[in-house]
């Protein structure tokens, strides 16, 4: 995981307006750190952008409908027709669009070559029932654990990269955005595209994303969409159920799988099934903002100076100083959403939003802190079993962690298990765990202080625990 510093958009980067590009329908995306929102090809056909629902659509439909035709003519896997359908389900990652996992500074490396085929064998399986839709690579990651959403934005990148090229090139030519020739992949024509230089001093070229065909995950990664699709729909509903069985409360993975199994009991019902996903799909909601993506990009264009505190600390004297800045930047975060307005931002309606929109705005504070004195921020480090959610280091042993956990999710298990075993992964002694308090904390917080306070008098090390308190309030200019 690179290091980040000063999260640059791109509007900021070639001296335009964000409104620029929600003009053109087009997402305004970080240079230098990726936003978790996915190109959902279920919403191509929706798109409001001719050049994407039609063009784009047809590109894809014919793609895709390749790969179905020769799996349906395979008798064997690695047989000829395998093979051809196999070059064309290409997982290298496609030119740079910001969205995604990771820091926007990836390499554009392949997948393992054995998700590849988890997809081509569940495609042959649905295409010997009978169904030949080429958009059923939407349903991948319904029917495969190991198929992300990030697995399915980039196979659809791929795909429609000439649509998205002409739209990127468009909009350059229209607003003086400075561009050079680059080939997106070895024989292909040069395309005009700008570039961005990373703080790894590699120059990439970066495509722009209608903002009309995203969303914080595919349809087909989103249980609680699909959930409600099924629920929508009776027969579908009906069958699900039947093939749950007797199970009173099944998990996510036993809904899955009964899914999976009813899909591929009949090609009718598998029509049915990818029928009903492109119906209720719908792109990620700007006024919802269920990530705080766009309370981000405001936070960085407009409000960044009154979250801005410059404290100089001695960070050369140790990780203990390192960590005092972290408790600064909490500090100051807890006191934007308990005493101002910031926990608006975490809500969505009457439901709190998703963990990533506290990490987002939290990581907008916590940069100005990181510029004040030259430490690094990383989000996303991975410390050898997953993502913690911030690592910030000054050198290789001043190392502090920050992990965030909504008051709903796994709060036990996230103090007492996962951040020690990062801990040890990262070889630090000092990390904070966050609960940001939505009002259903319960005796969440009296366990995990339990297992502190036993830590502590075991003379063992006992990570701080910090809680934000984001349940609504009234507004601050009506608080006395």
């Known amino acids: 995981m690179a290091i980040i510093r000063n999260p640059i958009l791109f509007s900021e980067q070639f001296g335009l307006s964000s409104s620029d590009l929600e ?76 969205l995604g996992y990771g820091t926007g500074e ?75 020739p680059v080939k997106l992949s070895p024989g292909d024509d040069e395309v005009l595209l700008p570039h961005y230089k990373g703080t790894n001093g590699s120059e990439r070229a970066i495509v722009l994303v209608p903002r009309d065909i995203i969303r914080d995950l595919p349809m087909a990664n989103d249980w609680s969409d699909v959930q409600a699709a099924i629920d929508a729909n009776r027969d579908i509903r009906d069958k699900v159920n039947q093939f749950l069985g007797t199970i009173i409360k099944p998990t996510v993975t036993e809904r899955k799988e009964a899914l999976r199994r009813a899909a591929l009991s009949s090609p009718d019902f598998m029509n049915a099934l990818l029928q009903t996903l492109k119906e209720v799909a719908s792109h990620y909601d700007p006024n919802k903002d269920a990530l705080g993506y766009y309370k981000l990009k405001e936070l960085l264009h407009a409000n960044l100076d009154e979250l801005r505190v410059d404290l100089a600390f001695k960070l050369e004297d140790g990780p203990e100083n390192v960590l005092k800045v972290v408790q600064k930047t909490l500090e100051h975060f807890k006191h934007h959403v308990e005493n101002g307005n910031l926990w608006e931002a975490l809500w969505e309606g009457d439901k709190p939003k998703k963990e990533r929109a506290a990490q987002l705005i939290y990581y907008a504070i916590a940069d100005t802190f990181c510029e004040a004195n030259d430490l690094d921020i990383s989000p996303e480090a991975n410390m050898g079993g997953g993502p913690i959610d911030f690592k910030f280091s000054k050198g290789f042993h001043a190392r502090v962690l920050v992990e965030m956990k909504r008051s709903s999710g796994t709060v036990v298990h996230g103090y007492e298990k996962q951040l020690e075993f990062y801990q040890n992964a990262s070889r630090t002694n000092y990390a904070v765990f966050v609960v940001i308090d939505f009002g259903d904390l319960g005796e969440k917080l009296e366990r995990i202080m339990e297992i502190r306070n036993r830590r502590i008098a075991a003379g063992q090390r006992a990570s701080e625990i910090v809680v934000i308190d984001a349940r609504k309030k009234a507004s601050a200019s009506k608080r006395h």
């Open 106 to 180: 990836r390499s554009g490396t392949s997948r393992p070559e054995e998700l590849r085929e988890t997809i081509l064998r569940t495609m042959k399986e649905i295409v010997t029932l009978g169904a030949q839709d080429p958009e059923m690579i939407s349903l991948m990651g319904l029917f495969e654990e190991n198929v992300g959403p990030d697995t399915i934005s980039d196979l659809t990148t791929r795909v429609i990269s000439t649509q998205l090229v002409q739209l990127t090139s468009s909009f350059c030519s229209a607003h003086g955005v400075p561009t050079k």
């Open 23 to 98: 003009k053109a329908g087009l997402v305004d995306p970080f240079l230098n750190v990726d936003t978790p929102l996915f190109i959902d090809p279920l919403l191509i056909p929706k798109s409001s952008i001719p050049l994407i629902s039609h063009n784009a659509l047809a590109d894809f439909r014919h793609h895709f409908s390749g790969v179905v035709r020769l799996l349906t003519i395979s008798q064997n896997e690695g047989d000829t027709p395998w093979k051809a359908a196999r070059r064309l389900l290409s997982l290298k990652e496609p030119p740079e669009n910001g």
